[in-house]
């Protein structure tokens, strides 16, 4: 039967080996012995290997697979797999279907050419990765290939994480030991393990492939580096949940079908504010099988798009002047036994839990909000943050009119009452009166908190939650470990909590703000209050290496100095490459495209010019024209020398982060000049001979 009559429940978890499979394919001591070892309970018993592969092997070969793989996340921000098959040749020339427990639990790909950030030597080639356990191994169908994928955590020989799984899976951990401390001291007894959860938003552009191949941009960096503004673009507010383009509708449907055999839950899909732009979301999973999915999300909706003809657009910014895409990070905590600890419940003021753990995450990204910021800095992030479409690069919490009041209380002594939300009526008999909620949303904060959890919008749509989430987990277990080291010596724990409470309400208010975070005023408010604003991404990334964050993940055991500044290094240096091959890029159109074009149509404004004027005829709208197009044509070639020796003196730099900063000052000015009058020239040339698709085509026509 065509998978697309299918049911859902058909589909969903098909190409999964998952709970029920393993629970009908396992003997039952091992299934109950994995089973712990995912929920957290006990280690991985390695002489269970043999047993677990032999099972996912004939699982794998009933579904078609002939391979298999480690499937990790090097520090590229990107997945990466290595296949082999599961043949085995035998004595008699024939062969044999083989996996071993070994093969399973450990890979050891080539590691020398992932970057390092200086971790080893470029020559130090070997690497390890191990099966992560907690996040389901499944069957992915690359055309005629099917290939059994086992989640791995990828590490150096000598042990220091290489990838972005490893430090978050460590952060996971840490968060559920000091949330575990907390608990205990406050009384719970029958929680015995608390996990982050994540349902990362994703949003992301369709184009016509057409105009992609037209645009060595596109192709080159993901996004469009010319561009002139369309007549029109998202100012008629009409995109918006507005009614899905059927070619997009299947697109969409194609999309779902694929997640939904690999188990991700991906429910929520729909029009976003820009053309051409769209949303995808999930339900909630842990942060490390989230990611994962999200992993899936990404490379699943550019390979879907190809087989529409569309191209899946992932940068944050691609087109300027037009909203970017992020990905929002809702993000909780919550234990075993089903209690959220990020849920206020009906009268939070007087709920102990909810308020340590609300106020433990105040504290934790006020202290730590350059950290935070550092999380999401990329190149696309840049041209995203604070562009009157996603929040600012101030790091700010919206709490609402309900738990801004609490804190409020808090900070005066203790809290004592809640504000309700009530009942909403809409004066017409025919509709039903609506709960109303305590408190409103704010779409222009960075880190809202949304109900029973925290959206951190500030993640980029390109970028792996990874990253954001392990910092965020990090710190917050930081912060918590400070609570439980002053609750666990507490005579008495509820006054200690209280005085604990109104301290931090007294502290950090300074980081709550519910207003509009686009406004200048906010900016100068924010001045004030003196908290950091770091536009750029080098300026961000500058503060990463201090003491006190250093401090943070070597007590929480997440990463050790050399691997922070591993990571950091890396951050920069592709920081680097983009803007060189954006900068490259940039020179390579404008020199060979865009500039021949405008002084075609010179020479023809030229020549008609001179005919008109040769028959004694008015000529001056020709002489008009002619004047704007020569002097754009100047200021266009006067900028790409500028970038040229931006670049040259870039290249001629050897310190990383001296040449991004060369990079910032110098090169990338530059490329904003050049691009202001080449898109001066997109609207002043003859539209037959300008050689790039417009953004009124690539956003509109489908």
């Known amino acids: 039967m065509n998978e697309k009559y299918k049911s859902v429940t058909e589909i969903f978890g098909a190409n999964v080996f998952n709970d029920s499979v393993m629970r009908e394919r396992l003997p039952k001591e091992v299934y109950k012995s994995i089973k712990k070892t995912i929920e957290g309970h006990q280690d991985l018993d390695p002489a269970l290997a043999s047993v677990i592969a032999n099972a996912m092997k004939d699982w794998a070969i009933e579904k078609g697979a002939t391979h298999f793989c480690h499937w990790f996340q090097p520090m590229t921000g990107l997945t990466a797999e290595k296949h082999d098959s599961f043949i085995s040749p035998t004595s008699d020339g024939r062969t044999m279907m083989e996996f071993s427990g070994k093969e399973l639990f450990q890979g050891e790909p080539d590691a020398s050419s992932f970057p390092s950030g200086g971790l080893r030597a470029t020559f130090e080639a070997r690497g390890y990765t191990a099966w992560d356990c907690t996040s389901p191994v499944f069957v992915k169908e690359d055309g005629e290939n099917i290939t059994l994928y086992i989640p791995s955590a990828f590490c150096s020989y000598t042990g220091q994480a290489l990838d972005k799984k490893t430090p978050l899976l460590k952060s996971m951990n840490a968060l559920n030991k000091q949330a575990m401390r907390v608990l205990k001291a406050l009384g719970n007894t029958t929680s015995r393990r608390v996990v982050s959860t994540l349902g990362a938003e994703q949003e992301y552009f369709l184009i016509d492939r057409s105009f992609f191949e037209k645009r060595l941009d596109l192709v080159m960096t993901g996004r469009t580096l010319f561009g002139a503004m369309s007549p029109r673009g998202q100012e008629m507010e009409d995109h918006y949940f507005g009614t899905l383009h059927e070619r997009v509708a299947s697109f969409m ?68 002047g037009v909203n970017g895409s992020g990905k929002h990070n809702n993000w909780s905590m919550s234990t075993d036994d089903g209690i959220n600890l990020l849920d206020p419940g009906k009268t939070p003021h007087d709920n102990m839990v909810f308020l340590v753990m609300l106020c433990s995450v105040i504290r934790a ?82 880190f809202a908190f949304t109900g029973n959890k925290f959206e951190f919008r500030m993640v980029g749509s390109s970028q792996s939650t990874g990253g954001p989430m392990f910092v965020l987990n990090t710190i917050v277990a930081d912060v918590l470990a400070e609570v439980a080291d002053e609750l666990e010596k507490a005579k008495d724990v509820k006054v200690t909590a209280q005085k604990m409470l109104s301290r931090i309400a007294t502290e950090h208010s300074r980081i709550i703000f519910n207003g509009d975070n686009y406004t200048d005023e906010w900016v100068k408010e924010a001045q004030k209050r003196k908290l950091p604003n770091i536009p750029d991404t080098i300026g961000s990334l500058e503060t990463v290496m201090v003491k006190e964050h250093i401090d943070v993940f070597e007590r929480q055991e997440v990463l050790t100095k050399a691997e922070l500044g591993a990571r950091t290094e890396i951050l920069i240096e592709t920081y680097v490459r983009q803007k060189n091959i954006e900068a490259l890029t940039m020179l390579n159109i ?113």
């Open 253 to 320: 449907h194609e999309v779902n079908i694929e997640l939904w055999k690999l188990g991700v839950s991906a429910k929520t899909q729909h029009n976003e504010v820009a053309p051409a732009q769209y949303e995808l979301a999930p339900v909630f999973a842990t942060v490390n099988v989230a990611t994962d999915h999200n992993q899936l999300s990404m490379e699943i909706l550019q390979k879907v798009a190809n087989r529409h003809d569309f191209v899946c657009l992932l940068n944050e910014k691609p087109f300027a």
């Open 590 to 702: 404008a020199k060979r495209q865009i500039l021949p074009a405008a002084i075609e149509y010179s020479m023809i404004l030229a020549n008609t010019v001179e005919s008109i004027s040769a028959v004694e005829v008015c000529a001056d709208a020709q002489k008009d024209m002619l004047k704007t197009v020569s002097c754009l044509i100047g200021s266009a070639n006067e900028a790409v020398k500028k970038l040229e020796a931006g670049v040259k003196k870039a290249a001629d730099i050897h310190e990383v982060l001296e040449k991004a900063e060369c990079f910032r000052d110098t090169a990338i000015p530059a490329m904003n000049e050049l691009r202001k009058s080449c898109d001066a020239l997109e609207l002043n040339v003859k539209a037959d001979l300008w050689p790039l698709p417009t953004y009124a085509e690539m956003l509109f026509l489908r």
């Open 365 to 446: 990204v006020d202290k730590y909000s350059k950290l935070l910021r550092a999380s999401v800095a990329n190149s696309g992030n840049e041209h995203r943050l604070g562009a009157n479409e996603a929040p600012p690069a101030i790091v700010s919490i919206f709490l609402g009119t309900q738990l801004t009041d609490i804190i409020e209380q808090l900070a005066k002594g203790n809290a004592t009452s809640s504000k309700q939300g009530g009942e909403l009526k809409l004066g017409v008999s025919s509709l039903p009166p609506l709960p109303k909620d305590c408190t409103d949303r704010n779409r222009t904060s960075p």
